[in-house]
């Protein structure tokens, strides 16, 4: 079974900086897309930013020039860098990979951990 463990969420003032983590275990197929999403309460989820396997990434624009993602291929590892955090940053972050099944995909998605910027 599939299982994604989030590491690293917690609070931080505005202009601070967090780096959450996702570790990934139990894929007997390849992780294709890695990344994050978000969800404020009462709000959709929504992206912040994934990352393919050979590097390419897309992100809001929200989080463009202040958020980082980075992988770990061997280690079926997902790393978001924050940097230059904002209290509209504050949100529930989730984990989310797909397992590729040669023909289709297989999304999971982490517990989710929280994120709070406040002064």
């Known amino acids: 079974q599939v299982r994604l463990v989030e590491s690293g969420g917690g609070s931080a003032q505005p202009g601070g900086s967090l780096r959450l983590s996702c570790s990934v275990s139990?894929?007997?197929?390849?992780?294709?897309?890695m990344g994050w999403y978000r969800q404020d309460p009462g709000k959709q989820r929504e992206l912040v930013a994934i990352i393919r396997p050979g590097g390419s990434i897309s992100s809001a624009d929200s989080v463009k020039g202040r958020f980082t993602i980075s992988r770990d291929n061997a280690e079926d590892t997902c790393f978001l860098q924050m940097n230059s955090l904002k209290p509209e940053d504050t949100a529930v972050y989730y984990c989310?990979?797909?397992?590729?099944?040669?023909?289709?995909?297989?999304?999971?998605w982490g517990k989710g951990t929280l994120v709070t910027v406040s002064a």
């Open positions: 139990g894929s007997n197929f390849s992780i294709r897309n």
């Open positions: 989310y990979v797909q397992e590729w099944h040669q023909l289709y995909g297989v999304d999971y």
